[in-house]
């Protein structure tokens, strides 16, 4: 049973720096898609960022458009972090982990529909 679990959310100051943890279990984690979206209350869910690694090692990631948030994993622990910086009060949602079709690697970052698995969500509050 694919199990992923968000952690790492909280209060930060406006600039402040946070770290997200996504722990994957229940595929092997030598073949993967994960993402990061974020949902702010009122709003859609969005996409933030994605990383997919391969088994020959072969590593795809796409950081958030405007380069504060970067993505990363490691594949012991079987975790995937999400690392904001210079965070703004618009950050403010609640963030979820997802994978596509666990255990496939895939060199893009799939839409918000294709992805089979989420976590709980972490929330993320940026606020002075």
């Known amino acids: 049973q694919v199990q992923l679990v968000e952690s790492g959310g909280g209060l930060v100051q406006p600039g402040g720096s946070l770290r997200l943890s996504c722990a994957a279990s229940?595929?092997?984690?030598?073949?993967?898609?994960i993402g990061w979206f974020r949902q702010a209350p009122g709003k859609e869910r969005e996409g933030v960022s994605c990383?997919?690694?391969?088994?020959?090692?072969?590593?795809f990631s796409k950081d958030s458009e405007d380069g504060r948030f970067t993505i990363s994993s490691d594949n012991v622990k079987s975790t995937v972090y999400l690392h904001m910086n210079g965070l703004k009060p618009e950050d403010t949602a609640d963030y979820y982990c997802?994978?596509?079709?666990?255990?496939?690697?895939?060199?893009?970052?799939?839409?918000?529909?294709?992805?089979?698995?989420w976590g709980q969500g972490t929330q993320v509050t940026v606020a002075s």
């Open positions: 990383i997919s690694g391969s088994s020959d090692g072969s590593i």
């Open positions: 997802a994978a596509f079709a666990a255990g496939w690697y895939r060199p893009d970052c799939p839409e918000l529909a294709e992805y089979e698995h």
């Open positions: 229940g595929f092997l984690f030598d073949e993967y898609t």
